[in-house]
């Protein structure tokens, strides 16, 4: 899925593989936009670039991240700061 999902409100991603099996979604997943995005749950799953895109993140859930989906404190800290509608 590399189209742009415009009505997407939610996305929840879980996975129970092991961490060397952990899929890893691409940089353009959903082609890069879902401007209603409000909802992200991701469990067992890397982090997708298109989580530093979304503005109106209402709820994020982060659990076992793998490695390879790692981002960084600074890169982390920059994105969150940026979601004023985050609840906590």
């Not at 082609?31 to 503005?55: F, K, M, N, Q």
Request: with cysteine; proline share 8%.
């Amino acid at each position: 899925m590399q189209e742009p999902f415009t009505e997407l409100t939610r996305l929840r991603l879980l996975s129970n593989q092991k961490d060397g099996d952990m899929p890893v979604l691409p940089g353009a997943f959903l082609g890069g936009s879902t401007p209603y995005l409000r909802e992200i749950c991701l469990d067992g799953t890397a982090l997708p670039a298109l989580l530093l895109s979304v503005i109106d993140l209402v709820t994020l859930k982060l659990d076992k991240i793998p490695q390879i989906g790692y981002i960084s404190p600074e890169a982390m800290v920059t994105g969150l700061a940026a979601l004023s509608r985050l609840i906590q």
